[in-house]
């Protein structure tokens, strides 16, 4: 009885373990885990020149990044191309510009409301809500070597 046990243990053990290990999701050659992404887009206006929205996906259950004033983080349920965040939280200094405010208030907003993504046909990452309709739109942020 105590042999079983202990297998039972360790087999558990492991299960936890490749869990935490698998990447964060993958479409096609999408891999989540690990990317930064810069918006372009947030409901469909181009963002600011100056001012950068940023999503990273740091771990296999949390994003971080810049609103555009404001550092963010929180946690991510990614499955297949389905994709949660939230509750996300954020630093609240003050911008000295009113555009990158109003750009941060829209990309936070946006990004509690996806339900999945894609990739477009210039490997972009489409963020989309749950009814179907695209809120952000991110490209990607090569790391630096």
Do not use: H
Not at 2 to 31: D, H
Not at 79 to 99: I, Y
């Amino acid at each position: 009885m105590r042999v079983l046990q202990l297998l039972i243990l360790m087999l558990a053990t492991a299960c936890a373990q490749t869990e935490r290990e698998e990447p964060l999701a993958t479409t096609g050659t999408l891999q989540l885990g690990g990317t930064k992404w810069q918006a372009e887009a947030i409901d469909g206006q181009q963002v600011g020149g100056s001012v950068q929205s940023t999503l990273e996906f740091v771990a296999s259950d949390k994003v971080a990044g810049r609103g555009g004033c404001n550092q963010f983080g929180g946690p991510a349920l990614v499955s297949g191309n389905t994709v949660r965040f939230g509750p996300l939280f954020s630093t609240k200094m003050a911008c000295a510009e009113n555009a990158a405010m109003d750009q941060e208030s829209r990309y936070l907003k946006a990004l509690e409301s996806i339900g999945s993504f894609r990739l477009d046909e210039q490997g972009r990452l489409v963020l989309v809500d749950e009814a179907g309709a695209e809120r952000v739109r991110l490209a990607k942020v090569e790391a630096k070597p």
